[in-house]
Protein backbone atom coordinates (compact mmCIF):
# COMPACT_ATOMS: atom_id res chain seq x y z
CA UNK A 1 0.00 0.00 0.00
CA UNK A 2 1.53 3.44 -0.84
CA UNK A 3 2.14 5.31 2.22
CA UNK A 4 0.39 8.45 0.65
CA UNK A 5 -3.03 6.30 0.87
CA UNK A 6 -2.80 4.86 3.64
CA UNK A 7 -3.32 8.00 5.45
CA UNK A 8 -6.48 9.47 3.89
CA UNK A 9 -8.13 8.77 0.50
CA UNK A 10 -10.02 11.10 0.13
CA UNK A 11 -9.43 15.32 1.82
CA UNK A 12 -12.23 17.65 0.60
CA UNK A 13 -12.36 21.49 0.83
CA UNK A 14 -14.69 24.02 -0.41
CA UNK A 15 -12.84 26.33 -3.44
CA UNK A 16 -14.20 29.58 -3.82
CA UNK A 17 -16.13 30.25 -7.06
CA UNK A 18 -14.59 29.75 -10.57
CA UNK A 19 -11.37 27.59 -8.85
CA UNK A 20 -9.63 25.57 -11.35
CA UNK A 21 -9.38 21.99 -11.63
CA UNK A 22 -8.35 18.83 -13.17
CA UNK A 23 -8.48 15.49 -13.16
CA UNK A 24 -6.94 14.55 -9.44
CA UNK A 25 -8.38 17.74 -7.97
CA UNK A 26 -12.46 16.31 -8.31
CA UNK A 27 -15.18 18.90 -8.29
CA UNK A 28 -18.81 18.43 -7.81
CA UNK A 29 -22.22 20.31 -7.55
CA UNK A 30 -23.55 19.05 -4.71
CA UNK A 31 -27.29 20.75 -5.79
CA UNK A 32 -29.05 22.21 -2.99
CA UNK A 33 -26.69 20.55 -0.47
CA UNK A 34 -24.80 22.89 1.72
CA UNK A 35 -20.94 22.77 0.39
CA UNK A 36 -19.46 22.27 3.59
CA UNK A 37 -22.46 19.98 4.51
CA UNK A 38 -21.21 17.75 1.55
CA UNK A 39 -17.18 18.39 2.12
CA UNK A 40 -18.03 16.66 5.94
CA UNK A 41 -19.62 13.73 4.34
CA UNK A 42 -16.66 13.21 2.11
CA UNK A 43 -14.00 14.21 4.27
CA UNK A 44 -15.73 11.33 6.76
CA UNK A 45 -13.81 8.33 7.67
CA UNK A 46 -17.18 6.12 6.09
CA UNK A 47 -17.01 7.82 2.91
CA UNK A 48 -13.20 7.54 2.59
CA UNK A 49 -13.43 3.46 3.46
CA UNK A 50 -15.95 2.70 1.14
CA UNK A 51 -13.25 4.86 -1.47
CA UNK A 52 -10.30 3.13 -0.44
CA UNK A 53 -11.37 -0.15 -2.62
CA UNK A 54 -11.89 1.42 -6.03
CA UNK A 55 -9.10 3.56 -6.24
CA UNK A 56 -7.48 0.72 -6.62
CA UNK A 57 -4.11 2.00 -5.73
CA UNK A 58 -4.45 4.99 -7.96
CA UNK A 59 -5.01 8.50 -7.13
CA UNK A 60 -8.61 9.78 -6.29
CA UNK A 61 -10.03 11.65 -9.39
CA UNK A 62 -13.30 12.57 -10.12
CA UNK A 63 -14.44 9.02 -11.38
CA UNK A 64 -14.16 7.45 -8.14
CA UNK A 65 -15.39 10.20 -6.09
CA UNK A 66 -18.64 10.94 -8.50
CA UNK A 67 -19.59 7.10 -7.92
CA UNK A 68 -19.00 7.38 -4.59
CA UNK A 69 -22.04 6.31 -2.14
CA UNK A 70 -23.08 8.87 -0.29
CA UNK A 71 -26.25 10.02 2.32
CA UNK A 72 -29.04 11.39 0.20
CA UNK A 73 -29.56 15.10 0.40
CA UNK A 74 -32.83 14.99 2.94
CA UNK A 75 -30.12 13.15 5.38
CA UNK A 76 -27.19 15.72 5.23
CA UNK A 77 -29.88 18.46 5.49
CA UNK A 78 -29.53 17.83 9.40
CA UNK A 79 -25.87 16.94 9.22
CA UNK A 80 -23.21 19.26 10.84
CA UNK A 81 -21.22 21.60 8.20
CA UNK A 82 -17.12 22.24 9.11
CA UNK A 83 -15.91 25.07 7.26
CA UNK A 84 -12.39 24.47 4.99
CA UNK A 85 -9.86 26.09 7.18
CA UNK A 86 -6.97 26.47 4.50
CA UNK A 87 -6.02 25.11 1.81
CA UNK A 88 -3.33 23.85 2.78
CA UNK A 89 -3.88 22.02 5.23
CA UNK A 90 -1.48 24.12 8.08
CA UNK A 91 -4.53 24.35 10.19
CA UNK A 92 -6.48 21.20 9.43
CA UNK A 93 -9.12 20.09 12.35
CA UNK A 94 -7.72 16.99 12.52
CA UNK A 95 -4.70 18.86 14.46
CA UNK A 96 -6.22 21.76 16.36
CA UNK A 97 -7.80 20.20 19.72
CA UNK A 98 -10.69 23.22 19.60
CA UNK A 99 -12.05 21.11 16.20
CA UNK A 100 -12.20 17.76 17.46
CA UNK A 101 -15.58 18.04 18.82
CA UNK A 102 -17.13 19.27 15.65
CA UNK A 103 -15.34 16.90 13.55
CA UNK A 104 -16.17 13.65 15.83
CA UNK A 105 -19.95 15.19 15.69
CA UNK A 106 -19.79 15.10 11.65
CA UNK A 107 -18.50 11.52 11.05
CA UNK A 108 -20.76 10.12 14.07
CA UNK A 109 -23.52 12.02 11.84
CA UNK A 110 -22.24 10.51 8.47
CA UNK A 111 -21.83 7.17 10.23
CA UNK A 112 -25.53 7.34 11.17
CA UNK A 113 -26.51 8.89 8.05
CA UNK A 114 -25.35 5.04 6.57
CA UNK A 115 -26.38 3.67 8.63
CA UNK A 116 -23.50 2.50 10.95
CA UNK A 117 -23.28 1.56 14.62
CA UNK A 118 -20.23 2.57 16.79
CA UNK A 119 -18.73 -0.68 16.43
CA UNK A 120 -18.51 -0.01 12.74
CA UNK A 121 -17.20 2.59 12.76
CA UNK A 122 -14.38 1.83 15.11
CA UNK A 123 -13.72 -1.25 12.52
CA UNK A 124 -13.78 1.48 10.25
CA UNK A 125 -11.56 3.71 11.89
CA UNK A 126 -9.08 0.65 12.43
CA UNK A 127 -8.25 0.93 8.71
CA UNK A 128 -6.17 3.82 9.33
CA UNK A 129 -3.01 2.60 10.64
CA UNK A 130 -1.13 5.80 9.64
CA UNK A 131 -3.86 8.42 10.14
CA UNK A 132 -4.02 6.96 13.68
CA UNK A 133 0.00 7.43 13.99
CA UNK A 134 0.22 10.61 12.64
CA UNK A 135 -2.47 12.19 14.35
CA UNK A 136 -2.20 10.01 17.90
CA UNK A 137 -4.30 12.94 20.16
CA UNK A 138 -6.91 12.95 17.49
CA UNK A 139 -7.18 9.42 17.17
CA UNK A 140 -7.29 9.14 20.88
CA UNK A 141 -10.01 11.57 21.20
CA UNK A 142 -12.02 9.11 18.25
CA UNK A 143 -11.62 6.20 20.32
CA UNK A 144 -13.08 7.63 23.34
CA UNK A 145 -16.08 9.18 21.86
CA UNK A 146 -16.89 5.71 20.25
CA UNK A 147 -16.40 4.27 23.54
CA UNK A 148 -19.23 6.60 24.65
CA UNK A 149 -21.74 6.11 21.54
CA UNK A 150 -21.09 2.86 21.99
CA UNK A 151 -22.27 2.53 25.48
CA UNK A 152 -25.57 4.54 25.44
Known amino acids: MRRSRATRTCISAVLPEKSCSCNTLATLDVGEIDLHVA???????????????????????????????????MECSSLPSIETLSADGADAPER??????????????VAEAY?????????ILSRFPVFARKRPGFHTFLLARLQEWAST
Not at 96 to 109: K, L
Open 39 to 73: AAVLNSFAFDFLTRPRTAGTHLNWTYVSRGAVPSA
Open 96 to 109: DERYFNMVWQANRA
Open 115 to 123: GLSAADLEH
